[in-house]
């Protein structure tokens, strides 16, 4: 009997191929959704405030050291990957217009931009990553810093890469988020009635943006108007 | 449906907002402002994190059961947060006599 029930659902032509059994209608569904995803945020806003939290009273703790360790980041790149972020954000923003909109080819543009953004930030993150390695600035027995911060320095660096490192990760799962989206855009299960799937992903693309929006004033900006020489 | 579509020009005024407010904040981090540097940054900082929470992630136009969830972030950050440097903060004002 359930058997039968399911079979008469999945060839109702009433129902949106879309609609998932236990929702009323899309509306609901893609209410149910949104809710999901934010949900799931909440706990993401907790899992980065925590280190948030723990840099503010290091910072507080040790000033100096901090001030000194952060004018060894390079501001220029720091800036030039806030942009691409932001820039990402607006891509991410213009495909769910367009997935809304039903256009399906701007649809995969934007995606494609999207990735191909979020793609050159890793890039400029990893020449980043490769100037402190060369630097000796990785914390550790290999790490070299003025005598006088040695230690408090270090604290800095590891902060730096464990914040820096676990907003790349998100990056990477933000990827691979998109790729799926493009491979959805493309073989047109997205639809203009079913386009949650690309506006939930875009929450999370978004959120991963905030998270850069704070990182790079913190970790780059704050202590860079103290003269140090 | 009867979902709300933000329009594309609400998205490039954001997008506008946010470059000039990136510029103003890395501007201002070279100036001697002593301790306001930091607030002025984390001020900045909440502004454009309100920006994209409201239009790029349609907050503004959402639902009130989706409002309360994102209040509800806000608010427990706020608790992990003052909570724990209330304690940090304060331990340097003991005094012993």
Same mark, same amino acid.
């Given at each position: 009997?359930?058997?039968?029930?399911?079979?008469?659902?999945?060839?109702?032509?009433?129902?949106?191929?879309?609609?998932?059994?236990?929702?009323?209608?899309?509306?609901?569904?893609?209410?149910?959704?949104?809710?999901?995803?934010?949900?799931?945020?909440?706990?993401?806003?907790?899992?980065?405030?925590?280190?948030?939290?723990?840099?503010?009273?290091? /910072?507080?703790?040790?000033?100096?050291?901090?001030?000194?360790?952060?004018?060894?980041?390079?501001?220029?790149?720091?800036? $030039?990957?806030?942009?691409?972020?932001?820039?990402?954000?607006?891509?991410?923003?213009?495909?769910?217009?367009?997935?809304?909109?039903?256009?399906?080819?701007?649809?995969?543009?934007?995606?494609?931009?999207?990735?191909?953004?979020?793609?050159?930030?890793?890039?400029?993150?990893?020449?980043?990553?490769?100037?402190?390695?060369?630097?000796?600035? $990785?914390?550790?027995?290999?790490?070299?810093?003025?005598?006088?911060?040695?230690?408090?320095?270090?604290?800095?660096?590891?902060?730096?890469?464990?914040?820096?490192?676990?907003?790349?990760?998100?990056?990477?799962?933000?990827?691979?988020?998109?790729?799926?989206?493009?491979?959805?855009?493309?073989?047109?299960?997205?639809?203009?009635?079913?386009?949650?799937?690309?506006?939930?992903?875009?929450?999370?693309?978004?959120?991963?943006?905030?998270?850069?929006?704070?990182?790079?004033?913190?970790?780059?900006? $704050?202590?860079?108007?103290?003269?140090?020489? | 449906?009867?979902?709300?579509?933000?329009?594309?020009?609400?998205?490039?005024?954001?997008?506008?907002?946010?470059?000039?407010?990136?510029? *103003?904040?890395?501007?201002?981090?070279?100036?001697?402002?002593?301790?306001?540097?930091?607030?002025?940054?984390?001020? *900045?900082?909440?502004?454009?994190?309100?920006?994209?929470?409201?239009?790029?992630?349609?907050?503004?136009?959402?639902?009130?059961?989706?409002?309360?969830?994102?209040?509800?972030?806000?608010?427990?950050?706020? $608790?992990?947060?003052?909570?724990?440097?209330?304690?940090?903060?304060?331990?340097?004002? /003991?005094?012993?006599?």
């Amino acid at each position: 009997m359930p058997e039968a029930l399911i079979v008469g659902h999945d060839h109702d032509p009433r129902h949106h191929p879309a609609l998932a059994h236990h929702f009323d209608n899309l509306a609901q569904q893609k209410e149910a959704s949104t809710l999901g995803m934010w949900v799931f945020l909440v706990t993401e806003v907790l899992f980065f405030g925590g280190l948030f939290l723990t840099y503010i009273i290091y /910072r507080s703790w040790y000033p100096d050291a901090f001030a000194f360790a952060s004018h060894e980041l390079d501001v220029t790149l720091g800036t $030039i990957n806030t942009a691409v972020l932001i820039g990402s954000s607006l891509t991410m923003a213009l495909a769910v217009h367009a997935a809304q909109t039903g256009e399906r080819r701007l649809l995969l543009m934007f995606l494609a931009a999207t990735m191909a953004l979020g793609v050159v930030f890793l890039g400029i993150k990893g020449v980043e990553y490769y100037e402190k390695f060369h630097a000796h600035h $990785i914390p550790g027995p290999g790490f070299v810093f003025e005598a006088e911060y040695f230690r408090h320095a270090q604290l800095f660096f590891s902060l730096y890469f464990v914040m820096t490192g676990l907003h790349a990760i998100h990056m990477i799962i933000g990827l691979g988020i998109m790729t799926w989206m493009l491979v959805w855009a493309w073989n047109g299960t997205i639809t203009s009635d079913y386009a949650s799937p690309i506006e939930i992903s875009g929450l999370y693309w978004h959120f991963v943006d905030i998270v850069w929006i704070f990182l790079f004033p913190l970790l780059y900006l $704050i202590g860079r108007h103290v003269n140090i020489h | 449906m009867s979902e709300h579509i933000v329009p594309k020009r609400t998205y490039y005024l954001i997008f506008a907002a946010l470059m000039v407010f990136t510029a *103003i904040t890395v501007g201002v981090a070279f100036v001697d402002l002593g301790p306001l540097n930091t607030v002025v940054a984390l001020a *900045i900082a909440c502004t454009k994190a309100t920006l994209v929470v409201l239009f790029f992630m349609h907050v503004k136009y959402s639902t009130r059961l989706t409002w309360a969830v994102v209040a509800g972030s806000v608010f427990w950050l706020g $608790i992990l947060l003052t909570l724990t440097l209330g304690d940090y903060l304060t331990r340097a004002w /003991r005094t012993y006599g």
